[in-house]
């Protein structure tokens, strides 16, 4: 068995802990805003259910079926299981990656990555469908989100920009010699 690196705790458990803790506490503060127990969410993809908050953002009551942004909802049950068994796996390969990511910002956005699909696989477990509430349409992005969603984007940023700067740096290498 590999050895963990000195921060794996840090990058490896602290922060995909922290993601799912808030995702998850997000959610039950959402279903119970809108008195929807989890275990009705699958049953009821769309109440229809939405809270206008500002201009720009609302909350609007969606169980995801599917994956991201509601993609392949069409086998239900097939896709629960097989979708939580993908993220483990995911999540399991990312953590293999991060003991060995030397780079702080790459270990930063695996864990956010680990960490938001680690808490929608528990939604997809244990529910059946993923509860999304965040609702941007009032601006034009029609998708509705959560927290766990967020997470991976904010770590799929980081490892554009890591690739970018990875790639600056490479470049101003070159350039020297």
């Not at 990511?101 to 790459?106: F, H, N, P, R």
């Not at 699909?117 to 509430?133: S, W």
Request: with cysteine; hydrophobic share 55%; proline share 3%.
């Amino acid at each position: 068995m590999p050895k963990l690196r000195k921060k794996f705790w840090l990058y490896g458990w602290l922060i995909p802990a922290a993601v799912v803790a808030f995702d998850q506490l997000t959610k039950a503060w959402a279903l119970n805003k809108f008195a929807m127990p989890h275990n009705i969410c699958a049953l009821n993809p769309y109440p229809g259910l939405e809270i206008e908050v500002s201009p720009i953002v609302d909350l609007a009551l969606v169980c995801n079926l599917g994956v991201s942004f509601g993609l392949f909802r069409e086998h239900a049950d097939i896709g629960r299981y097989a979708l939580t068994a993908f993220a483990i796996i995911m999540c399991t390969v990312l953590l293999v990656w991060l003991n060995k990511e030397k780079s702080k910002l790459v270990s930063v956005s695996l864990g956010f990555i680990i960490g938001g699909a680690l808490g929608n696989a528990i939604d997809r477990a244990l529910y059946g469908a993923v509860t999304d509430f965040i609702n941007f349409s009032d601006i034009g992005f029609k998708w509705v989100f959560n927290v766990a969603d967020m997470a991976i984007n904010i770590g799929v940023a980081g490892l554009l920009l890591s690739m970018f700067l990875q790639w600056q740096a490479e470049k101003r290498t070159h350039k020297s010699t």
